[in-house]
């Protein structure tokens, strides 16, 4: 179960975004400026903070600075009516990793939301062995067998959702969705051409596969050897 903080100022946004992500079975937290957060983070395990930026006592671009200088790596979304891009700038910098505009629409806040948990979930796990393949998030390095195989990171990206949940069909949306990110305006093909370099790239080896699912999207096969 993820735990999600909601810090909002405004009771009525922050109680509609609470119902909103309860009902889609998050633990859902709450606080109303910058330091009621950090308090809430003191004794609370927090998956993603979900922030407003204008805010009494601390603002949310202070809240998120306390956070990533204390350690904290969970993703930040900043929901806020400031939308400049000076502002979106200001943001990102302050460590968020989504950045929505008001007014906005809950449903959207809750694809960010689980796009954001996905991706972190897929970082936490941090190594993959699959046969003689090893996939080292933290360098972003394969090794399949002796040799070292050299990736983009989006290539790296793929492999590595693919393979951390074998035999599951990813369809390109889901993939542009979590690698790409959910604002990207790239077209899915782009997703064919990485698939592409990554079968060439892993030609002749024998510990998975990469499969198309006709009219559906791309799952990673482990072979037999390692299955068992």
């Known amino acids: 179960m993820f735990g999600i903080l909601v810090c909002e100022d405004d009771k009525n946004i922050r109680r509609l975004m609470c119902e909103y992500l309860t009902r889609e079975g998050y633990t859902v937290f709450e606080s109303g400026n910058g330091a009621e957060a950090l308090g809430v983070f003191e004794e609370n395990h927090i998956d993603l903070l979900i922030t407003d930026i204008m805010m009494p006592v ?128 790239s077209s899915e093909r782009t997703v064919d051409v990485h698939i592409r370099r990554l079968r060439e790239k892993f030609d002749g080896c024998t510990d998975f596969e990469i499969i198309t699912v006709k009219g559906l999207g791309y799952k990673a096969v482990r072979k037999a050897a390692d299955a068992l």
């Not at 046969?131 to 990171?153: A, H, M, P, R």
């Not at 949940?165 to 390109?172: P, V």
């Open 58 to 185: 601390m603002d949310g671009f202070e809240l998120v600075k306390e956070l990533r200088e204390a350690g904290y790596e969970i993703p930040v979304l900043m929901i806020t009516a400031k939308g400049s891009m000076d502002d979106k700038k200001a943001g990102f910098g302050s460590g968020a990793d989504d950045y929505m505009v008001k007014p906005f629409d809950m449903e959207e806040m809750l694809l960010r939301a689980s796009a954001l948990l996905r991706r972190a979930k897929a970082a936490s796990e941090k190594r993959i062995v699959v046969g003689g393949t090893v996939l080292d998030y933290d360098n972003f390095t394969v090794c399949s067998g002796e040799k070292n195989i050299q990736l983009t990171n989006k290539e790296f990206l793929i492999l590595f959702k693919l393979l951390s949940q074998s035999d599951r069909i990813f369809t390109r949306a889901q993939l542009m969705d979590e690698i790409w990110g959910y604002d990207n305006e």
